[in-house]
């Protein structure tokens, strides 16, 4: 286990109005002067800085009497006023263009407590790691205003008080003070109230100071009024809707639906989900079905009241994956790796349990959170008002109060989004990362672009918890922890051993690093896993058939049909799929030294600003190594040679074309937008209103629909061939997930999976579900090129709204960078090159890429050097370990 010290690089903040210098200063005499950067909460609008509401960090002295850890809530002076403030990290630099007599004291502690006391050093472990000035990092953590709302308020300590004849010695502002707070009912006041009657700042401050130094008062940070309970209206059903005989048709629906939802709902939300009007419902309670009934509707979002469940009885293989994770008392990273439907989501809730019941918490993170709805479902249903939601969707308000309620009610369980790895539980017994394969767990911007995963690592063994990393289709990253190689993202390196193909053995320990492999194998009640066909689309073209659809997929939707099953068509996102290949061989074009497919682009030539042309041509993403497009195979000669695009919009035309009744819901980005979407569409889907669910990667995402019997995948190759290294492993992870949502019910399952390179190892892998083969193989492939988990890349990626200046900017940085290179013989700087998607929302982008080898650490002041060379017209954002380039 390594141990996090506050990094030593010079401050990256300063006084306000002082620039970004870095001062490394170190004369001795200011070491005894103890410093600590605070983030002062500025009122918004007082402080204009380039950003909006742009918090600050200044640093501040702290007087001889006062002890000041990182996470205490300060007042500090500020100009003429007294501020909030958190204390940041201790420092030992003056902000320069500062002399140390400018340096204010800190006032007052006014709560201690607040956050974990590791917390600190978690954003600033982020902000060292991945490159990014601390300022940003605690941004990203902290809801918006969490300061801005806090008040401080002074209280008597009453008892403390001597009964009579106080007046006699108390200096006038301290007894103003104390008459104030007893003559208040709760001996309790704010400061502002309390400044305003005592007749200023300076005097309240005197007289408090008084109080305070007799033990009479003290200040404290205002806990959040108990949210304002907002009433609403909640619909409960009362009786069972199959004794119900004096309804139409669509009530008895209604009624019904209610009763899916567990017999009780918010009424705006069930009317949008049966979509009916309140006429009805109102009918309803009138016969005395239902009952409309005036709720308090928190703020903190816990998703909809679910009908208790009980524990289920494991199957032997959850109760072996239990024991161990039971036995675990402090930090060990458990890797679950259960097949699709093989009840790893009971294994986390059964696990969560005794956790409670030590009085801990725990932090459940999944990808997306058209997930949510269903898995919060579930754990409502177990642990019914621990549960919370936080994720960046909630309204500020939300997000406001779950985060106050953090840090107040313990123990509970906070399941969100990537962001929810900074949510303040103390203490913490358990974090779980769900689908922890899934990518969407990495920040792609603003800065720091983290990945959850690294991040719950470093949480998990400063708060010495354990962390579960579950998953059907494990990570290449979290595969080589547990089989005892590191290749994690930690700040260093260790050494790296010859890389020895072991696989771990299934409930197995490895001696390395608290690591434990398990293993859960086969999926409830025995049920297969649904057999993979793969169907050639160089045959279907030979055969004449130029549909999107194979014959073979065209009769299972036939079935589906007459059968009245459910099906769920799988469709690549649009845009991705700019790779090349020939539709009658399957010949893909790649880069000759990167090993990634290269990607079609329109080169506008203007070089001489005369004319322009366009130029089909390709490209590498990597290295720009570049070709002309050519018009023919160059394998086979067939004209048939294209890039590729199967956008969800084509297939549902196809669709309505080859199967006029199927009735159809799309599930993608365009029609999730709306808060609540994928629950409704999903409810909807459950009941059936629809017997195909088309959608894009959302489809993948753990998804238990137990009517789902067939899955197709219109064109696996727009997975396969993405120009990144990642491409084959993302592929294989997709195909797998989104087959596994076939056959979880009663019905067996099918999946059909149309490409034109059925002899791709991805294919052939998912196929005969070869996780381990496929990732051995795939590791050694990496390992060859010195691609992670073995070595790191960091990647550099410009942007402006001039081509020219982008462009030029890239090739500066590089020059610096080939530079830095020459002393450090471990460090590969590959291109510059045009990003896969060269100008988006009107900026053009560039990036370079940093290929360091294993065991290589590079400073993080090296590529500051670049953000100080950087002109203001382009930005500059370092991504460490991405896992998209572009
Ligand atoms: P996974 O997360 O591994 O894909 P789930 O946890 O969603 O699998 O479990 C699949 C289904 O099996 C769910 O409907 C769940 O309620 C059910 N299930 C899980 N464990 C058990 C068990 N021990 N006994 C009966 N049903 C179970
Ligand atoms: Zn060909
Ligand atoms: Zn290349």
Known sequence: MFTITFDQSPLKVAEAGASYNTNSSSDNSFKEIRLIEVLVDIPAGQFKSQDRDEPQLFTYSIPTHINVEPGDILSVPFGAMYLGAIAIRPTTQIPPGLTLEQIKPVDEVVSKGLFPPYYWQLLQQIATYYQTPLIQVIRTALPPGLLRRSQRRVRLCVDKIPPSGVENFLHPPALKILQLLQANKSKDMSWAELKKKVGGDYWTRKGYQDLLDRGWAES??????????????????????????????????????????????????????CKTSSSTVKTLAQKGYVLLEEREMLRLAQGIEQTPDRPKTLTPHQTNALNIINQLSGFAEILLHGVTGSGKTEVYLQAIAPILEQGKSALVLVPEIGLTPQLTDRFRARFGEKVCVYHS?????????????????????????????????????????DEEHDSSFKQDRPAPCYHARNVALWRA???????????????????????????????????????????PEPNSKSLINDCYYLSLPERIQSRPLPPVEVVDMRQELR?????????????????????????????????????????????????????????????????????????????CHYCNYGELYPQRCPQCDSPY?????????????????????????????????????????????????????????????????????????????GLLHLSDYRASERAFQTLLQVAGRAGRGQDPGRVIIQTYTPEHPVIQAVQHYQYQP?????????????????????????????????????????EVLFSIADEIPELEVVGPAPAPILRVANRYRWQILLKLLPGTFIDPTRLEQLQEVCPRSIRLMIDVDPLHLG
């Not at 500020?396 to 790895?421: C, F, H, K, L």
């Not at 799309?666 to 979407?677: L, M, V």
């Open 220 to 273: 404290y940070l205002d806990t959040p009024k108990t949210v304002q309970a907002k009433q609403q209206l909640a619909v409960i059903l009362i009786a069972d809707p199959h004794s119900a005989v004096d309804v139409t048709k669509r009530q008895q629906e209604v009624l019904q639906i209610l009763k899916s939802c567990g017999g009780e709902a918010w009424l705006s939300e069930f009317l949008r989900l």
């Open 393 to 433: 969707g909630l309204s500020e308000g939300e997000r406001y109060d779950t985060w106050r309620n953090m840090t107040r009610q313990q123990p509970q369980i906070i399941i969100g989004t990537r962001s929810a790895i900074f949510a303040p539980l103390s203490p913490l017994g358990l974090i779980i990362l």
């Open 461 to 503: 063994q400063m708060e010495n918890c354990p962390l579960i990393l579950g998953s059907a289709t494990p990570s290449l990253e979290s595969w080589v922890a547990v089989r005892g190689q590191q290749g994690r993202g930690t700040p260093k390196h260790q050494n790296i051993e010859r890389f020895d193909p072991i696989s």
């Open 774 to 814: 496929f990732v051995e193989r795939e590791l050694q492939e990496r390992q060859e090129l010195n691609y992670p988990p073995f070595g790191q890349l960091i990647a550099l990626k410009l942007s402006g709204l001039n081509q020219a200046e982008v462009e030029q900017t890239a090739e500066q940085f590089a």
């Open 543 to 619: 055969q004449k058939n130029r549909s999107i659809f194979s014959s073979r997929l065209q009769r299972a939707l036939q079935q589906l049909q007459e059968r009245g099953q459910q099906g769920i068509l799988f469709i690549h996102r649009r845009g991705h799929s700019t790779f090349v290949s020939c539709r009658s061989c399957g010949y893909v074009m790649e880069c000759p030294d990167c090993d990634v497919s290269l990607s079609y682009h329109h080169i506008v030539e203007d070089a001489l600003q005369t004319s322009r042309q366009v130029v089909p041509t390709l490209r």
């Open 641 to 717: 040679f294209k890039h590729f695009g199967s956008g969800t919009q084509r297939v549902v035309e196809e669709l309505g074309r080859l199967f006029p009744e199927l009735r159809l819901i799309r599930f993608d980005s365009d029609t999730t937008r709306t808060k609540d979407a994928h629950r409704i569409l999903l409810t909807r889907f459950a009941q059936r209103e629809a017997d195909l669910l088309v959608g894009t990667q959302m489809l993948t995402k753990g998804l238990d629909l137990a009517g789902v019997s067939l899955v197709g995948v219109v064109s696996a190759d």
